[in-house]
């Protein structure tokens, strides 16, 4: 079993980081972008924290959900299948798919505009008008099996006097499975913090553009599932098998003509949305290239060249140095290649470690095992008592980039990984203050689903106010979220992370554009 020891004694005094997976995949994609519904923006792995035998696995939909954006709120798409997928073989294939169907159901559709009618108090209230109901599917070895069937999805939050008690209606929203676990499905705040700025030449091209959250005040529709970790493994032993891939995807189910001379017409599923470690769509991947990676299963990543090039020869550090004067790394990155597509292992890449490579399997076909861009998790390591914001780049083994927890700081442990810090073992104190976005704006939850309750409060002020008000009408919401997990803040870092904030005055300077 690949204990927690032994992975730390395995990393010795390498710093390791999880290479430029660095944010959320809100609008990743030009045909994505104008979706909503079927835009999955973030994917979610780890151990839970308060049952250790168990995985949770969180995935996102619906970017930038404004709490006030009423009538109709916001709905999971009927005519769409959304899917959370495992490859615990390392073949690049679902060995695990979790598949949810909802439909829509309208109380008076005839006579109302209102979402609801009065105080909603439960999931059957009279008074809820627009409700949506899901089928959750099992697929194991090319048998599926249907575990919920027309089960309630918690409604938006349309606000506090509509529904006061939001926490009564998640748990009326939480369902217990078949042979252990549970799955949530309905709104919540959306648990991705950093300044996107980002995307306006590296934060406004002097640093100027930092320290604001982008996605705070706004929700977004979550699906959250919970299952024993022997459910999940090769041969359902996790002991001799503990390392997973995670990914999910989004399905529009279409209409197919075949030939119109013949006019047949047959439905079919079409992937329109993947997700599995965060920004590799938006940053890894050229524009041209974009669209079509949504459509692809990992299994067909290593037959893309373009994008396995920009892997081995990415694009960020290059900007970082026209803007910021920071030299690149030299290609080929081969570490970045190893984190992507491989897993972290000795044998895998430069990066002396055996952390969450699926050739640590002790079952695993190596022959079979292929390059595919998967969020890979190792379950044997143990939640850590007190989570480090920067995961394994600060010795903390249960974190990004092995899976990702909600409370994991990418966007500041990528912005040292771009620079080579994987590669070389050596942290760039130029990035010790990354984004300044270091936590949420509201607490994470003790208990599944650990993500917080949904905002009620309007994110802008409008043109009269005193300007973006996001952060303070979220904390108005903080008394409504489930209780708090205690995570280690940066003045408590440890080992590295000391070094990293002690170099914490030298900052990055923009590049004389006359030198």
Known sequence: MLGAT???AGLGAMTLAPGISAASSHREAPLIAGDPRADNTDVYAFTSPDKADTVTMVANWIPMEEPNGGPNFYAFGDDLRYNIKVDNDGDGNADVTYSWRFHNSYRDATNQFLYNTGQVTSLNDPDLNFRQFYDLVVTTGGKSRTVLRNVPAAPSQTGKAS???????????????????????GQAEDPFFADLRVFDLLYGGNLSERGQDTLAGYNVNTIALQVPKWQLALNGNSSRNPVIGIWSTTEREGVTISD?????????????????NPLVNEVVVPIK????????NPSQDRTVQPVVDKVLDPILPKLIQQVYGIPAPPAPRNDLFEIYLTGICKACGPIQADL??????????????VPAEELRLNTAVPPTARPNRLGVLAGDLAGFPNGRRLADDVIDISLQAVEGAAQTGVLVPALADGDKVNTNEVPFGASFPYVALPHTKNVNQGPGGTGRNAE????????????????????????????????????????DKTS
């Not at 209606?169 to 799955?183: E, H, I």
């Not at 489930?482 to 002690?502: D, E, M, R, S, W």
């Not at 914490?504 to 923009?510: D, M, N, S």
Request: proline share 3%; hydrophobic share 40%.
């Open 6 to 8: 032994t992975l730390a």
């Open 163 to 185: 529904m006061p008690d939001y926490t009564t209606l998640r748990n009326q929203a939480t369902f217990s499975l078949p042979g252990g676990g549970k799955t949530y499905s």
């Open 260 to 276: 119109s001379r013949k006019s047949q017409h047959g439905k079919r599923w079409k992937q329109v949305s993947r997700l599995g």
């Open 289 to 296: 290239f974009k669209d079509a990676f949504n459509t692809l």
């Open 356 to 369: 969450n490579a699926h050739r640590l399997n002790k079952d695993a076909n190596l022959r079979r095992i």
């Open 472 to 511: 303070r009408t979220a904390m108005e919401n903080s008394a409504a979220a489930a209780p708090a997990l205690t995570t280690a803040q940066a003045a408590g870092l440890g080992g590295l992370g000391v070094l990293l904030l002690a170099a914490g005055g030298l900052r990055l300077r923009r590049r």
